[in-house]
């Protein structure tokens, strides 16, 4: 499984993010790949400090690649300083006015960089008539429509339903919904390729994932690894929440 600790705004200094880095090294392996995602300033110190068997990522990406433009961060220098992937279009950058055409230029950046894009999908409500599939779909064209058949196989999939984020463990999805969901994000995406092609797209569920629900979301519902906010910033929660799926 691919697990990405999005680490958001949560970690604030050097020394919980040591002992987070720590942590990751220690539950790394057993068939599991991790990602951490500390904020922007954090990366290149992470980096240094010394890791062997997780990977890093930015919790955002500039659309710009470079020269003058103050404040940004942008693919280059994320790559730079050691991540090897990017979140984009999380719904707390959506909710800030990110639209899907900016999402699909951050993309575009980060796969121009070589880094692999994680795009963030997700429904803020579920309505009767089912419209959010329509909603999600729009969601994947913007970004697939864009992109090189070559570029495809370098992104990861994070479907986070709004409406699950931040919250506590009982309201994650339901895991017969998340089936649902991965079968229908699989097709949508054979939209743009081979179905053979799709199917190596991993796809990752965000959405108060912890160590008492995590067995049961990756149980038969189709992903290939979580995307963890909350519990992914305190050490014992996030060793718990890894070993929880060994
Ligand atoms: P959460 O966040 O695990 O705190 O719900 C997930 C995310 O927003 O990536």
Request: hydrophobic share 45%; net charge negative.
């Amino acid at each position: 499984m691919l697990i990405v600790a999005n680490w958001k705004a949560y970690v604030a200094d050097l020394k919980a993010a040591r002992a987070l880095l720590r942590a990751g090294e220690r539950v790394a392996g057993d068939g599991h790949d991790i990602v951490l995602a500390p904020p922007a300033p954090m990366l290149a110190y992470l980096c240094d400090y010394g890791h062997k068997s997780v990977s890093f990522s930015l919790q955002d990406v500039s659309e710009v690649s470079g020269g003058a433009a103050t404040g940004e961060v942008t693919a280059p220098i994320a790559q730079a300083s050691g991540a090897a992937y990017t979140i984009a279009g999380h719904s707390e950058r959506r909710a800030q006015g990110e639209d899907d055409a900016l999402i699909a230029r951050k993309v575009q950046a980060a796969l121009a960089a070589g880094l692999t894009s994680i795009l963030c999908i997700g429904e803020r409500e579920r309505d009767a008539e089912a419209e959010y599939l329509g909603f999600i779909r729009s969601q994947i064209d913007a970004v697939f429509s864009v992109l090189q058949p070559q570029e495809r196989a370098h992104m990861v999939l994070a479907y986070e339903p709004v409406w699950a984020i931040g919250k506590s463990g009982q309201e994650a999805i339901a895991p017969a919904d998340l089936f649902e969901m991965t079968r229908y994000i699989r097709k949508a995406l054979e939209a743009h390729m081979s179905s053979t092609e799709a199917a190596q797209i991993r796809i990752l569920y965000g959405g108060s994932v912890e160590a008492g629900n995590i067995a049961a979301l990756a149980q038969d519902t189709g992903i290939q690894g979580f995307l963890v906010g909350r519990a992914s910033t305190d050490v014992k929660t996030f060793s718990a929440l890894v070993r929880a799926i060994r």
